[in-house]
Structure formats: C-alpha cells, structure tokens
C-alpha cells in the first residue's frame, strides 16, 4: 500500500459528505494505483464538493486509469462515456432512434405507438437514473466540439434533465462522481471549468516511477530496474524528441525486456526495442544518428546531470 | 491578507471568479486541508486554478501572500492550529444567509487566527526553524530541487507549501512566454470554418422524414455532406542568416501544422529574408526546389490563408533596391518589398508571425515598413491564438 492513508480529518463529517447509509465516502487510493497525496486530495476534495474533477496531464500519466481505481478504490460501480470527435452532449443523456422507429413503422414491428421504446439513456442519462451513487468517467472531452462542455453545464448543475420527446423527467437520486479527463488538444469553455475541481498530473519522478513500476512488474531487479530509468529519464531528457515516452510506453518496454530475458549488461550501452518507447520516425532516426556520432547512452545516474542526484 | 490570494489572482489575470472562491471556502470547511499548509495550497490550486498555464502565477501569488507567514517555522502543524482548522467544519451549518454575510469576515478571521496561531508557535518551538532549515537534506528527500518533485503522502511534511510556491515548477506552462507544441496546436485547433462539402456520407433526419411523408410512408433515406474544415494554409518561412536562432521554434510550428491534418490544403514554402521571384519547397533552398512566386499566385486563389514566419530583419536595399537578394546568384529585377505587397494584395488573410521580441520591432526598420504591410505577431502561444483570430475571425 503506498497512498498514505489521510491524516488530520475532522472527526466528524459534515451532512453533504455523508451519504444516505451515513459511510464516509472517501477515496484513498488503491494498491493498483499510485496516487500521490495532493491528487488524492483533489479526488476527495471534488467528491464532498459535489463537482466534476477536471484531470489533464501528458498522455499515459493514468488519468483515464484513475478513475478505475477512485470507482474500485470507493466500491461503485462505474461507467464510461468515451467522447468522439461526433459526440454530442445530448448523446450522453439520451438518444431518440427515429430511424429504428419509422422502419418498425414500416415493417410493422415493434410497438411503435411507445415512443419510449426508442429513448436509450446515455451514460450520463444511467448515471443520473441508477438507484445507486456511482462513478462517471467522461474521457478525452476535449475530443468533442468547443462547444460541448457548455451542452452539459445545466444538467451537472441540476442533477436532472427532462427528455423532450416524452416529457418524463430523470433526477439523480445519488449525485454520481464526474471525472473528465481532458488531453488538452482544445480549450475548455470558462464557464464549465468554473464548475470544475482541476488537477494536473504532473510527470512521475523516479521515486513515485519506481513504485509505479512495482506494481506492473513485481520481480524486477534493482539493478536492471536502475539501468531501464536511467535510459528512459535519459530520452526524456532529449530536447529533439517530438514525442517523450510515457509511463505507459515505459512498463511495456520492461515487459518487452523481461520476456526478451535480457541482461543488465546488455542494457549498459544499447537501447533495444526502442519502438516500445520511440513512436515517431524522426525520433528514432534521432537517436540513430546519435549513436553513429559516437554519441554515449549513459549507464549511471551520475551522467544524467544534477537533477537526478541528490 | 486571505482575499489577497483572491486579488492577487485576479491581479495577475487568472480567471478566477466568486464562486470558485466559494467553492474553496466550501472545501476549507469542510476541513480537506487536513491542517497542512502545503495541502492548503494544493487545495487552492484544485479549486481556484483550472489550467496548468496559471499554475506559475498561483505560486507567484502564494509565495508572495504567504511567504511571511509560513517564514519562521514552514507548516509544521500544531496542536492549536489543528484544534482550531478543526472547528471550521462548523461554518457549513451556519445559514446560507448568515454564511454570505459572514463571508467576508470570514476569510479574514480565517487568516488572523492562522497568523496568531503560528505566531505562537513560533514563540515555543524553536527547534521547528532548524528542522525546517535542513528540511531539504532530511530522510524525507524533498528537497527543493528535486527533479519533478511529486510527494507521496506523509514526506511532504517536511517541505515547506510557499518553498513549493517558489520552485515555480510550471513557469514552462506559460503561454505568454514559451512556445510547447502541444499548446501550440491547441492554438491551430482553432483554425476552423466548418462548412459542407464532400461525398453525402451523414443521414439528415429533418430531410428523410419529410421525404418519406412526401412518398406516402415509403422509407427515403436522405444523405448529406459532414461537416469539414474549409481552411487553406499557405506557410512561407523565413530560413537561416538571422533566423537560426529560431529554427527549433520553428521545427515546432511546422510539425505542429503539420499534424493539423483537418486543413483541407497546407503548403509550405521557405525563403531568404524576403520573398522574391521563387520560394523553395525545402530548407536547403537548392534551384531543384524553385517554384515561382507568380506561379504560386496564380495556382492559390484568394481563400487560401496565408502566414508568413520570418524576423523581418534585413538590410533595407533587400527589401527596397531592385536586386536586392542578398544570394548574388539569383538577381531578382523587382525588389522584396513589390512581392509582398503582390501577395497581400493577392490573398484576402494574410498574417506574420515574428519570433523576435515585440520590444525589439520598433528598432528594425525594415520590421517597421513590414508592419505597414501585415498584421504581425509575436512566435508565442498567445501570439499564435491572435493571429489564427486575425485569419478565420471578424474583421475589425
């Protein structure tokens, strides 16, 4: 277990942190998961806030994994709502399949006369309808139109909607837990990040990656895990990288390793299977020419410059 | 001294508005700082600031509005002060009329009992200033320089919130100084015109239901274009001489543009100082690479976007004398200054983007006549956002 548990919490919780059973609902990390302590504390912080938690950060830090984990971490169930580029807010609460109804109409099947048949709720629409607090992940938002964010804001306000074609209203009996995770590829409108708790995961240092590390791959060795970071922090440190590798790109490449059943030695001078972390061309004929310019790989943290040794 | 904070925010243009303030008075009462200075200001930057590009002016603010306080003895949490933080989880059962009217009061109270609280502390503990003062060396390692610095839990005890404030860590993120080519694509995002052209590939409703009444009942499916980005951009870049300072700069800009796959049509071109009779289709600006400018006005017609990257710094013959290339192999009878009054007055949007400083425009006068000629912008994300306005926006 490495998120420490909270500390200094008032000893009683105040009514809108409680819910209806009266349990605190409190996230506090999992073992799957490194959270480190002020992300733990936004995730709490935007749960007794009843608001949306906006998480952005370099790809593959773990913001879509987080939510997971909050959902697993606090015992609901969760659901996903992936944005598409076509996404449409009101996707999310319901969709009205006209189409499936005039061809019933057509063929005679189905029980056209209820439209209600046709309405299917959308994540959100079943997050708002269950009878139970839940998790709501709205992953990539920024993937939509500008203009999405600002479809939604009434409905997070409120906690209802009324789905026109029927007049039924739907009102969240258990305000669900919004996390939007946003790649930071469009700006978000004011007035829904006013509405938001934002968090930035920022890059792991090499202590917080070294746990991160134990738990995808319990066994490593020290040394062979030592001579991994010193590469891969190494290529981060490249300013002629277009595109760093991530964490995610970093614990496939010790799986490509360990089943590869290399040595430490071997890692001291080379970088193999340096696709798992190098994505684009440019970056991988970089680093390339740099080795045929007799440039060195470094094999100790002492070569990575003062920020690494301390 | 709290809404300070709040000013001091607003002071230095993060949006921050009443309700978030509300939001982290809210957060506060309900006790999430846990009594901990340094959770205080995690928790402030959660509620107050929503992009990672003002992370640098909250801890510019921090530092400066809390720097005093936290000085003698960093946040080492007492007993008293705990007691107290403790007690606020009262506020939220106040009446929302009381806890408006108190709001004010509040905060500022909030701020005196804190300052009291680690005054007195100060008063009793000396032994806190030196365990705070080799903080850095401590077992807990965090220390002020570490690489990127996340704490997990319980080390960050040892740090102090405004030390944290005072790293600057995100001074990178900002987008009035530094040019990331993520933000800068975030920046091209925006040049859009959506409009309908193409293969009927999406079903509208509206259409099929009306042409399926017209047909008795009979289904009739009606297709129409989707929508897609109608921008074309031509790129002119300015290479070597003065401009290889700018090179990696541009490299982004170029990558950048280049990943903007939702332009209908993207070209670019590279030049010397100014454009004469060709432009290149290279960097290396061989004559294989040649295309004639004429050429290119003739092919592009007036939708075509077009910006221009270069310093706009040169001798002013290059610009004005006939034969004025500064390559003495390529002659070029009309000056500099004749092809770029052809191609402003050929292209309805036209735009130069200027990696030097803004401070420095006023003193190249060759940057000066320039400005006559085009809307110039700095090389900044800033930069980048007003001259996409400048090209898709209203015309002022």
């Known amino acids: 277990m490495i998120v420490e548990p909270l500390r200094d919490l008032p000893a009683t919780a105040t009514s809108r942190q409680m819910t209806t059973n009266g349990t605190f609902h409190r996230f506090q990390g999992t073992p799957g998961y490194i959270a480190t302590g002020p992300l733990v504390d936004a995730v709490n912080c935007a749960i007794a806030l009843g608001r949306p938690l906006l998480l952005k950060g370099e790809p593959g830090t773990g913001k879509t994994v987080l939510a997971r984990h909050v959902a697993e971490g606090l015992g609901m169930p969760m659901l996903e709502w992936h944005i598409k580029s076509t996404s449409k807010a009101v996707e999310g609460l319901y969709v009205y399949d006209t189409v499936q109804r005039l061809n019933d109409s057509r063929f005679g099947t189905g029980d056209v006369a209820d439209i209600r048949h046709y309405i299917k709720l959308g994540p959100l629409g079943r997050a708002f309808a269950a009878s139970e607090r839940l998790v709501l992940l709205i992953d990539e938002i920024d993937k939509a139109d500008l203009e999405f964010p600002n479809d939604l804001l009434r409905e997070l306000d409120e906690m209802r909607f009324t789905i026109v074609e029927t007049g039924d209203e739907i009102v969240a009996k258990e305000r669900p837990i919004l996390l939007v995770t946003s790649n930071n590829e469009k700006e978000l409108p004011d007035a829904f990040l006013r509405r938001c708790v934002f968090h930035y995961i920022e890059f792991p240092d090499v202590a917080t990656m070294r746990k991160i590390v134990a738990v995808h791959h319990p066994h490593l060795e020290a040394k062979l895990l030592d001579q991994v970071l010193i590469k891969f922090y190494w290529l981060r440190e490249q300013p002629e990288l277009r595109k760093k590798p991530s964490t995610s790109e970093l614990v496939d490449w010790i799986s490509a390793l360990l089943r590869s059943g290399i040595s430490q030695k071997q890692l001291e001078e080379h970088i193999p299977f340096v696709g798992a972390l190098l994505k684009k061309e440019q970056d991988v004929d970089a680093l390339g020419r740099y080795g045929t310019q007799g440039g060195k790989i470094p094999a100790r943290w002492a070569d990575l410059g003062p920020r690494y040794n301390q | ?396």
């Open chain 2, 1 to 396: 001294m709290f809404l300070d904070l709040f000013y001091g925010l607003r002071d230095e243009g993060v949006p921050v508005a009443i309700q978030e303030w509300q939001a982290f008075l809210s957060a506060l009462a309900q006790g999430l700082h846990g009594a901990d200075l340094l959770r205080f200001y995690h928790l402030g930057r959660a509620c107050l600031v929503k992009s990672e590009t003002y992370f640098d002016a909250y801890d510019r603010v921090f530092a400066r509005v809390f720097k005093g306080v936290e000085g003698q003895l960093g946040d080492e949490v007492t007993d008293r002060l705990l007691d107290w933080l403790r007690n606020a989880k009262d506020l939220p059962e106040l009446t929302p009329e009381q806890l408006a009217e108190l709001e004010r009061l509040t905060s500022d109270e909030l701020m005196r009992r804190f300052l009291e609280t680690l005054g007195e502390q100060s008063e009793r503990h000396d032994g806190g200033n030196r365990w705070v003062g080799t903080g850095g060396r401590s077992p807990y390692g965090n220390n002020g320089t570490h690489p990127t610095g996340i704490r997990v839990g319980g080390q960050s005890r040892s740090r102090s919130a405004v030390k944290v404030a005072e790293e600057r860590r995100f001074a990178d993120y900002r987008t009035d100084q530094t040019l990331d080519i993520r933000q800068m694509r975030v920046a091209l995002r925006r040049l859009r015109q959506l409009t309908r052209t193409g293969l009927a590939s999406e079903l509208d409703l509206d259409e099929t239901i009306d042409e399926t009444c017209r047909n008795a009942g009979e289904i009739e499916l009606v297709f129409r274009p989707p929508r897609k980005n109608d921008v074309r951009l031509l790129l002119l870049m300015d290479v070597g001489g003065t401009m290889d300072p700018y090179v990696e700069p541009m490299s982004q800009l170029l990558t950048a543009l280049h990943d903007e796959r939702g332009l209908r049509a993207f070209e670019p071109y590279y030049f010397h100082n100014c454009v004469y009779e060709s432009v290149y289709t290279r960097a290396r600006m061989l004559r294989a690479d040649a295309v004639p400018t004429a050429d290119l006005l003739r092919r592009l017609d007036e939708r075509w976007k077009v910006v221009l990257v270069g310093d706009a710094m040169m001798n002013p013959a290059e610009l004005l004398q006939p034969n004025g290339n500064i390559d003495p192999r390529r002659h070029s009878k009309t000056p500099g200054i004749a092809w770029l009054h052809r191609i402003v007055e050929h292209f309805d949007r036209v735009v130069w983007v200027n990696p030097e400083p803004t401070t420095e425009w006023d003193f190249v006068q060759t940057a000066k006549i320039i400005r006559r000629l085009f809307p110039m912008f700095p090389l900044t994300v800033d930069g980048i956002t007003e001259a996409v306005q400048a090209l898709i926006g209203a015309r002022v």
